[in-house]
Structure formats: structure tokens, C-alpha cells
């Protein structure tokens, strides 16, 4: 498994500005994801962040908005850019590690809270 | 591509009674199917998944899956439900396409 801290915890922001959230892994990943979850709804895969390749983001979302960086194998950031009360949401880190029958097991930070106000 | 359904927004169950979560799956292929659990103001923890080989696949917590080919279903479930089991439960399919189930709400009453 993997244990994955995500900074900060919550953050309350004013429109038009933007907020880089850190999200940090104890064990070099391959694959790192980013989501997005209105709290006790599904979670919507905003991008997913490969180390060595630019990050490829899901319908609905762009890089200018949503810039992320991948530095190495245990780091990514995701930026939230000129923000709306639209953005208010959890912010949730994930990656995958390859198991049983080279099946990816997703492990997830404890998110992000943002308002925006 | 998969994907999954999750037929119920909200499952609500007795203490001590047994508890069914479902989800249900469209595929072209063979099937990975994967169930997670969301405690309040925490992330997401995987529970259980099932690959190949039987059809019934235990999981952490005394949770268990049932993968039922004829009926296209992964229905979660539990002998016996406990409080603490109140939760958002997720259904994800496929191995490389990271998307969940709409997500179900379970509530256990004492």
C-alpha cells in the first residue's frame, strides 16, 4: 500500500486567485491521479498525472485551469487557477500500483478542502 | 471501457442485519471490479476486488463481494452490519479507466 499526504488539509480562498495543493507518497508511483468530489457525491477523475509525460486531463478540464506538475516519482501538484465559488469542492490525490494480475489498486490521500468565497 | 452502475443512492439497514450494496457493470471483456469505502471527512480505503478465479471475493472490515457474470452485478455485502460500517461505498470497473460508480450512501441504525 501506499501512504499519501496532501497539503493543505482545507483552505478558504478568494475568487480570482489561485491555490497549489501538494500531494505527497511515502513509495515512488508511477501513475498519480487527481479528483475532484462535491462532499457525498462520486468523484469526477480530473487528470491523471504520469511522471515523464505531460499530464492528461478529462473532459471538462484544461491545463490552463488545472495546471499540474509531476516532478518525480513521489510528488505532484495540482494547481487551481483563477478560482470561483464553482471550484468549491474536495481535492483528493490518488495513485496506482500495480497488484494481482497487474491490476491497478488506487490508494487516496485524505483530500483537500477548498471554498472559495 | 467499463462502467458501472450503482442502482441505489441510499441503503439503510439495522444493526446486526445482513447489508447488500449494489452495483451493476456493462463490459466488453473480462471484467476488473472494484469496491471502496469513504468514512466520513476521510479518503477513500479499497476494500476488496475481484480479477478472475471465484466468484465470491472477501475483503477488509468482514466485507464481501459477490461477482455474478449471469446478472452483470458486483453486489457488496455483509453478514452482519455494524455502526461504524456507515459509510459512502464506491464501485469502480475496468483497470485503466479510473472513474466510480455514482456511489451509495449506507446508513446502519442501531
Known amino acids: 500500500s501506499a501512504v499519501i499526504s496532501q497539503k493543505p488539509s482545507r483552505d478558504i480562498c478568494q475568487r480570482g486567485t489561485s491555490l497549489t495543493i501538494q500531494c505527497q507518497v511515502d513509495s515512488q508511483v508511477t501513475m498519480m491521479f487527481w479528483y475532484r468530489q462535491q462532499p457525498g457525491q462520486s468523484l469526477t477523475l480530473i487528470a491523471t498525472?504520469?511522471?515523464?509525460?505531460?499530464?492528461?486531463?478529462e473532459s471538462g478540464f484544461v491545463i490552463d485551469k488545472f495546471p499540474i506538475s509531476r516532478p518525480n516519482l513521489t510528488f505532484s501538484t495540482l494547481t487551481v487557477s483563477n478560482m470561483s465559488p464553482e471550484d468549491s469542492s474536495i481535492y483528493l490525490c490518488?495513485?496506482?500500483?500495480?497488484?494481482?494480475?497487474?491490476?491497478?489498486?488506487?490508494?487516496f490521500g485524505p483530500g483537500t478542502r477548498l471554498t472559495v468565497t | 471501457a467499463q462502467s458501472v452502475a450503482q442502482p441505489e443512492d441510499q441503503v439503510n439497514v439495522a444493526e446486526g442485519n445482513p447489508l447488500t450494496v449494489k452495483c451493476t457493470y456493462s463490459v466488453s471483456g473480462n471484467p476488473y471490479l472494484f469496491w471502496y469505502v469513504q468514512y466520513p471527512n476521510r479518503g477513500l480505503q479499497f476494500l476488496l476486488k475481484?480479477?478472475?478465479?471465484?466468484?465470491l471475493v472477501k475483503g477488509s472490515y468482514g466485507f464481501e463481494a459477490e461477482f455474478n457474470k449471469s446478472q452483470t452485478s458486483f453486489h457488496l455485502k455483509k453478514p452482519s452490519a455494524l455502526v461504524s460500517d456507515s459509510a459512502l461505498y464506491f464501485c469502480?470497473?475496468?483497470?485503466?479507466?479510473?472513474?466510480f460508480g455514482a456511489g451509495t450512501r449506507l446508513t446502519v441504525k442501531p
Open positions: 490518488s495513485v496506482g500500483q500495480v497488484g494481482t494480475g497487474l491490476t491497478y489498486e488506487q490508494y
Open positions: 498525472a504520469n511522471q515523464g509525460s505531460e499530464a492528461t486531463y
Open positions: 469502480r470497473g475496468d483497470n485503466n479507466d479510473m472513474r
Open positions: 475481484y480479477i478472475t478465479g471465484d466468484n
